[in-house]
């Protein structure tokens, strides 16, 4: 499956974002989507994942409450609502897939190019 996140931008402290990934492939429905995030000079931190039938998600602590993923299987597309940004949100967004159910990156093979989110304080 190929994955493409989009939906980034330049926002402010308190804004709301949504991301979008979209993937191609007849096999989507069989992957947890995760979304992961990366600030300049980190590593990929994960932010949530949804089940293939999206009736199970999991969320960093970071960003519950705040955060809502969710997918539409018959658009091969998973999404992320970022609600009340703040700046340690910043980086660089990629959304994943992954046989598995889990938050480690590793375990997602499958990696979609980045969408840059921005958070000015």
């Known amino acids: 499956v190929q994955l493409q996140a989009s939906g980034g931008g330049l926002v402010q402290a308190g804004d709301s974002l949504r991301l979008a990934c979209a993937a191609s492939?007849?096999?989507?429905?069989?992957?947890?989507i995760g979304w992961f995030r990366q600030a300049p000079g980190k590593g990929s931190d994960f932010v949530a994942a949804i089940s293939t039938t999206g009736r199970s998600t999991m969320y960093a602590d970071s960003v519950k409450g705040r955060f809502a993923i969710s997918r539409d299987n018959a658009k091969n597309t998973v999404y992320l609502q970022m609600n009340r940004l703040k700046p340690e949100d910043t980086g660089v967004y990629y959304c994943?897939?992954?046989?598995?159910?889990?938050?480690?990156?590793?375990?997602?093979?499958?990696w979609g190019q980045g969408t840059q989110v921005t958070v000015s304080s």
């Open positions: 492939g007849r096999t989507f429905n069989d992957y947890n």
């Open positions: 994943a897939s992954s046989g598995d159910w889990s938050s480690q990156p590793t375990r997602y093979p499958y």
